[in-house]
């Protein structure tokens, strides 16, 4: 079946830890995207990448950090720099960036803890 | 500057009845709406888009949104609630003319009880 895979699905990070989410697709979309989700807010975006080998910066980047070497991968990793990482993540994929044809596909989230 | 209102935290209804779950929007130029639902523990799913033409837009599971240009609103509807429509209700919109990212709303819980 075609989707996107989150995993792990827990992660607990201890103080000045890098810790790595993974994201793959096999929907052989274009774009991807990390969000961030805290109880009682919207999704807040921390990277996007309209293309393979490119990303950009959403609106709260700092203290995270992706790559987008293949089309089907999206790897975030939360950096010691990001002080207060609790939150449940989000990745997901959409054929292509923007023009309406915004159709976002997400995968099951993946919890972070600090310990 | 682009924004989406969820006014209502939590949406109670009971089972059979019709619901409704607010959703209000502003942006500079001509807007994409989406929603989305999220069941507990799970990502998003798509439940329907509305970009441009007829004003009321049909989308999965029996669900259905009014855009309403002069109101700024794209309310989102359901005839007959059923139990297994409780979960978290997300609105988002993306100004047309900008190519910005989307901008979420803050969810509204929606309750059905039997």
């Known amino acids: 079946d075609g989707g996107i895979t989150q995993s792990p699905k827990y992660l607990f990070r201890k103080e000045g830890q890098n810790v790595t989410l993974s994201c793959e697709q096999n929907l052989n979309h274009d774009a991807m995207y990390w969000y961030r989700q805290d109880p009682g807010q919207g999704l807040r975006l921390i990277y996007y990448s309209q293309i393979v080998n490119d990303f950009q910066k959403g609106d709260i980047a700092e203290g995270y950090s992706v790559s987008r070497e293949k089309k089907e991968s999206f790897p975030l990793t939360v950096t010691s720099a990001q002080k207060n990482p609790t939150a449940f993540y989000l990745c997901?994929?959409?054929?292509?960036w923007g023009g309406g044809n915004e159709k976002l596909f997400f995968g099951s989230g993946t919890q972070l803890s600090v310990l | 500057a682009q924004s989406v209102a969820q006014p209502e935290d939590q949406v109670n209804v009971a089972e059979g009845n019709p619901l409704t779950v607010k959703c209000t929007y502003s942006v500079s130029g001509n807007p994409y709406l989406f929603w989305y639902v999220q069941y507990p523990n799970r990502g998003l799913q798509f439940l329907l888009k509305y970009i441009t033409g007829d004003n009321l837009v049909k989308g999965s599971y029996g669900f259905e949104a009014e855009f309403n240009k002069s109101q700024t609103s794209f309310h989102l509807k359901k005839p007959s609630a059923l139990v297994s429509d409780s979960a978290l209700y997300f609105c988002a919109v993306r100004d047309m003319d900008s190519n910005y990212q989307l901008i979420w709303g803050a969810g509204t819980k929606l309750i059905i009880k039997p």
């Open positions: 997901a994929s959409s054929y292509e």
